[in-house]
């Protein structure tokens, strides 16, 4: 019974550990993905900040543009348009930024969860440890108790045995004083 339990638990920590190695797998397979992923990103990155400056510049032309026109001014609307133009622009990156991070995120998110697992399993792994030591010892100990107790029994068929040694003895004894007294009584008649 105790051995099934013990091949039981043994099984037990094998499928963890392959379970733990799965996921080191895993996380590793996520991290060169990462990798990959780092330069495109950065140009990506790139791309949106050349974006950027080249609204800011289209902004301020239009800015200049305001300033520089002759004062019987164009359409209010014209100019309106003009100077939305360039903000359109400008969020349209920042948009796709956004789109670009969240994956990334994503990502991030899932190794710290896989990392947690991890310890989760490594936990675990060591409270089974734990466990298996604390069978062992009792076992030990039952072992210890039992070795008492026999030497306890042993002690008892000793002293039992001195008892009827003494017991023995005694009846000599008297048989002989007896004995003794009945004779000497009789020489003296």
């Known amino acids: 019974m105790l051995l099934l339990l013990l091949l039981l638990l043994l099984l037990l920590l094998l499928l963890l550990l392959l379970l733990l190695l799965l996921l080191l797998l895993l996380l590793l397979l996520l991290l060169l993905l990462l990798l990959l992923l780092l330069p495109l990103l950065l140009l990506l990155l790139l791309l949106l900040l050349l974006l950027l400056l080249l609204q800011l510049l289209l902004l301020l032309l239009v800015l200049l543009l305001l300033v520089l026109l002759p004062p019987p001014p164009p359409p209010r609307l014209l100019l309106l348009l003009l100077l939305l133009l360039p903000l359109l622009l400008l969020l349209l990156p920042l948009l796709l930024l956004l789109l670009l991070l969240l994956p990334l995120l ?5 190794l710290l969860l ?6 989760l399993l490594l936990l675990l792994l060591l409270l089974l440890l734990l466990l298996l030591l604390l069978l062992l010892l009792l076992l030990l100990l039952l072992l210890l108790l039992l070795l008492l107790q026999l030497l306890l029994l042993l002690l008892l068929l000793l002293l039992l045995l001195l008892l009827l040694l003494l017991l023995l003895l005694l009846l000599l004894l008297l048989l002989l004083l007896h004995h003794h007294h009945h004779h000497h009584h009789h020489h003296s008649q």
């Open 106 to 110: 994503l990502l991030l998110l899932l």
């Open 114 to 119: 896989l990392l947690l697992l991890l310890l």
